[in-house]
């Protein structure tokens, strides 16, 4: 009699075990998308983790130019979303041309490969005045291979790169640059 008991409860426990299981890992997602609003821009854009945030001068365009940056990290990617402030909106495409090239340069790949059709991408980001985005694949400041996939856009005298480094899948890469807008 026993064992039949037992057979009954395990029965029972099955359904409810597989359900708690997924409740679990639900809890616990590789990419917990947050929709994210960075102050004094009218950006609205999606990371899969909770950014940290930062700013450093860096010269673009010729001129000191503080950069705003958020990044996280899930799942062996890097997200980065960055802006600044060019002098005016004149001077918006010249700086993010710069910014493509120092971002190449920071990952050990030729500056000069920003305008090299196998290294552009499509793209546009609702709202900006400009877009141009950029792959490429490069090395870390370890020297360890890193894949980069970055937009660069503008609206105004701001300037915003939005950027994965690491191998992300489609569905990652839609996730991210489509969560991109400037209403």
């Not at 010269?59 to 062996?76: D, E, F, I, R, Y």
């Not at 600044?84 to 010249?94: G, I, K, L, T, Y």
């Not at 340069?105 to 980001?125: C, E, G, M, N, Y």
């Not at 985005?133 to 020297?143: L, M």
């Amino acid at each position: 009699m026993f064992p039949i008991l037992l057979d009954r409860a395990k029965r029972r426990l099955k359904p409810f075990a597989a359900v708690s299981l997924l409740a679990l890992t639900a809890c616990y997602p590789t990419f917990n998308w947050r929709e994210l609003r960075p102050e004094g821009t009218p950006l609205q854009a999606l990371l899969p983790c909770k950014p940290e945030t930062a700013e450093r001068t860096v010269p673009l365009g010729g001129v000191p130019t503080v950069l705003h940056m958020h990044s996280c990290k899930a799942s062996g990617l890097t997200f980065a979303l960055a802006w600044a402030n060019a002098p005016d909106a004149a001077a918006a495409p010249a700086m993010a041309t710069d910014w493509q090239r120092a971002s190449l340069a920071a990952i050990r790949v030729d500056p000069a490969l920003h305008t090299d059709p196998a290294h552009q991408w499509k793209f546009s980001v609702a709202g900006a005045s400009l877009s141009q985005g950029i792959t490429a694949q490069g090395a870390d400041p370890q020297g360890q291979p890193v894949q980069a996939r970055a937009v660069y856009f503008a609206r105004g005298a701001q300037v915003f790169q939005a950027a994965i480094y690491g191998s992300a899948s489609d569905e990652v890469n839609t996730a991210f640059f489509d969560g991109l807008k400037l209403p």
